[in-house]
């Protein structure tokens, strides 16, 4: 399923991801976690790596699934879905939308974002999320092909990284620079649902909302230290 643009205006989706090495990780805590924010009121939710979205789709058969596959490479800076192999595992897995990064950053390998996007077309009819940190990235997604446009990576790449998430700043340029069918998300740095709600009123279509939610490693790391003083 992709909801289209109406299906989504107002929504939470909820990242529910987990470092590597937390207990939080195991693909039943994940999907437990994720059915827990469905039940109450979601409309999807984003997850990392083909173990994740398998468990979550066996698990919740109808949700709305954004997936991803974070990949570390020496070559190349970006990490998220970063070529045609994880696009490929993410979508076997069972995503209702790929999330890749579109930043203008080099891919590993020299792979090309305009050929993996012509591919998704052309070889799956997998719909794809553009995670993006400006304005002139998230126009070009869309332009190449992405449904769904995120301001994920603002504030998390090279060129953005003196700015802090979330990218609320990025929302009413995109809104009115992108096609009215292409579906407009906030996500990062949003801590709190006037923040969500905020987001809504710049323009996002829908909010991702992660670690305020379902990060519990960060978030207990976070009062500790602040206890701590």
């Not at 192999?85 to 993410?90: C, F, K, L, S, T």
């Not at 801590?191 to 207990?220: K, N, Y």
Request: net charge negative; with cysteine; charged share 20%.
């Amino acid at each position: 399923m992709r909801p289209e643009r109406a299906a989504l205006k107002g929504g939470l989706i909820v990242s529910v991801q987990a470092p590597e090495g937390s207990p939080m990780r195991h693909p039943d805590v994940i999907a437990a976690m994720a059915e827990a924010s469905l039940a109450q009121g979601a409309i999807g939710v984003r997850l990392e790596s083909p173990d994740h979205i398998g468990a979550v789709r066996l698990r919740c058969p109808g949700a709305l699934i954004v997936g991803l596959w974070k990949r570390p490479f020496p070559d190349s800076p970006v990490y998220i879905t970063p070529g045609w192999e994880e696009i490929r595992a993410v979508w076997a897995a069972g995503a209702d939308v790929i999330a890749l990064d579109a930043t203008a950053r080099p891919r590993p390998n020299g792979q090309q974002l305009a050929d993996l996007i012509r591919r998704c077309r052309d070889d799956l009819g997998a719909p794809l999320m553009a995670d993006v940190d400006s304005v002139a990235n998230g126009l070009r997604a869309a332009e190449l092909g992405c449904a769904w446009v995120g301001t994920t990576l603002y504030g998390y790449t090279e060129a953005t990284a003196a700015l802090r998430p979330p990218g609320l700043e990025l929302l009413a340029p995109l809104r009115a620079g992108l096609p009215d069918t292409v579906s407009l998300i906030c996500e990062g740095g949003i801590a709190s649902a006037p923040g969500a709600l905020t987001a809504l009123r710049a323009g996002a279509d829908a909010v991702v909302v992660g670690t305020a939610i379902t990060g519990v490693d960060l978030q207990v790391a976070a009062y500790v230290k602040a206890l701590a003083g």
